[in-house]
């Protein structure tokens, strides 16, 4: 289930022409099952429209203290009574200037001085306003009482100058939302995954591949962010974006991954090998184009080292979760590589149930024996597994310590 599925929020949009952003942001947040009660301050009714956030959200906008609507006149209080957050965006020079000074003059500065659930707030100005050292104090005086600040990002603004002062895009927000309401539990740990295909050279411009996606990887890595984690995700060829908040090192061999899983597994608490690795390269890959000859043609192969069970060997080895993609008899060859590989988890599955789809269906095995996973997409079981595992990582520390 998505942490942020069943959750109440205020959002507040306030003057700037970020607040094009907040309306994709309203958006993911329905499509996540957040009930989202958005108040549009009259400067962000100047940028957008409220009918814009009332369809989008299904629920009706509020912008007026005195909302003859609003039961018994209490909008301060009803709008957030049962919100899990009052999140700001965009949040204004203005606006977090009167906040940083406790004012309450208009109904998004006493909604947020009469909340009692968390502010979030995501800061959108000019390059120069945001450096202003006024600003710079009332973003300190914000930390101080508690404000989760997220953002702002620096690049090309809509004034033309470059700088800090541009509010995150709208899946960064929904991210940075997740990981706010996230369960916490790789907090503190370092996780390290590989992910995609392998490249296999065979001359400049041939190769043997896979048709790996990388998806299950990629939403892993995202996942793991989610809960807490520090992560480095070892990618072979894929068209996929870097997830936020991961570090992506781009590789195409299988010599290269391993290579690049070296340098940076020391210290890590958890490995996930979760890349289509080719088992096997050719013996050598030829400099330039091989031309045709009309002759048969051999290739020779070479076996390439197994990288998750080289790391699971390692004196000083974290925790250790393969994963087997198997057309027939998963138990006994997910549990086989599980104890062969002398890894602490694998996650498996039948390769007809889930072939490049978005939807899949797997199991868990570890020590305890087969955990099934209900169907779910890939982004729903990467929550699962990282439960699963965190719940055993957890175990385990407990237990040495
Ligand atoms: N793996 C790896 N390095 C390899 C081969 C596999 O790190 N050279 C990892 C994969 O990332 C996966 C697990 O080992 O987590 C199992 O991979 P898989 O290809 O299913 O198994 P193999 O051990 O290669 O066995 P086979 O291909 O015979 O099923």
């Known amino acids: 289930m998505n942490v942020l599925q069943g959750r109440k929020i205020v959002l507040i949009v306030s003057g700037g022409v970020a607040a094009y952003k907040s309306a994709e942001l309203v958006r993911l947040?329905?499509?996540?099952?957040?009930d989202v009660h958005v108040v549009l301050t009259a400067a962000g009714a100047r940028f957008v429209t409220a009918v814009t956030f009332q369809a989008l959200s299904g629920n009706a906008v509020w912008s007026d203290l005195w909302d003859p609507r609003m039961p018994n006149n209490m909008a301060h209080i009803d709008l957030t009574r049962?919100?899990?957050?009052?999140?700001?965006?965009?949040?204004?020079?203005?606006?977090?200037?009167?906040?940083?000074?406790?004012?309450?003059?208009?109904l998004t500065t006493t909604l947020c001085l009469?909340?009692?659930?968390?502010?979030?707030v995501a800061p959108a100005m000019n390059r120069q306003m945001w450096e202003h050292p006024a600003t710079m104090r009332n973003m300190r005086v914000l930390r101080d009482d508690g404000v989760?600040?997220?953002?702002?990002?620096?690049?090309?603004?809509a004034c033309g100058e470059v700088g800090l002062g541009r509010m995150l895009e709208a899946e960064h927000l929904f991210l940075r939302l997740e990981v706010f309401f996230g369960p916490k539990t790789l907090a503190g740990r370092k996780v390290v995954l590989t992910a995609g295909p392998t490249f296999e050279a065979i001359d400049p411009v041939r190769g043997i591949t896979n048709s790996s996606s990388g998806k299950m990887g990629y939403a892993l890595a995202r996942a793991?962010?989610?809960?807490?984690?520090?992560?480095?995700l070892v990618s072979g060829p894929t068209a996929l974006p870097v997830p936020d908040g991961v570090c992506r090192l781009s590789v195409a061999s299988a010599l290269e991954m391993r290579e690049?899983?070296?340098?940076?597994?020391?210290?890590?608490?958890?490995?996930?090998?979760?890349?289509?690795v080719a088992d096997y390269r050719p013996d050598r890959s030829a400099e330039h184009k091989i031309k045709k000859s009309g002759e048969a043609m051999q290739l020779t192969l070479v076996p390439n080292p197994d990288i998750l069970a080289e790391v699971a060997a390692r004196p000083d080895a974290p925790f250790c979760v393969g994963f087997a993609a198997e057309s027939r008899d998963l138990d006994h060859y997910a549990e086989g590589k599980r104890k062969n590989k002398g890894l602490d988890m694998v996650v498996g599955n039948l390769v007809r149930e889930g072939l490049g789809l978005d939807d899949n269906l797997v199991v868990l095995y570890d020590r305890g024996g087969r955990h099934p996973l209900p169907r779910a997409t890939k982004a729903e079981l990467a929550h699962g597994i990282v439960a699963h595992l965190a719940g055993l990582l957890n175990a385990h520390s407990l237990t040495r310590s």
């Open 148 to 157: 989760t600040v997220l953002g702002p990002d620096s690049g090309e603004q």
């Open 114 to 120: 009469a909340r009692d659930c968390p502010l979030i």
């Open 29 to 34: 947040l329905v499509k996540a099952g957040v």
């Open 224 to 232: 793991c962010v989610i809960a807490g984690a520090e992560v480095v």
């Open 82 to 106: 049962d919100a899990d957050a009052i999140m700001i965006a965009p949040a204004s020079a203005d606006l977090l200037a009167k906040l940083a000074n406790g004012l309450a003059d208009d």
């Open 260 to 276: 690049a899983v070296a340098s940076v597994v020391d210290g890590a608490d958890v490995f996930i090998g979760v890349a289509a």
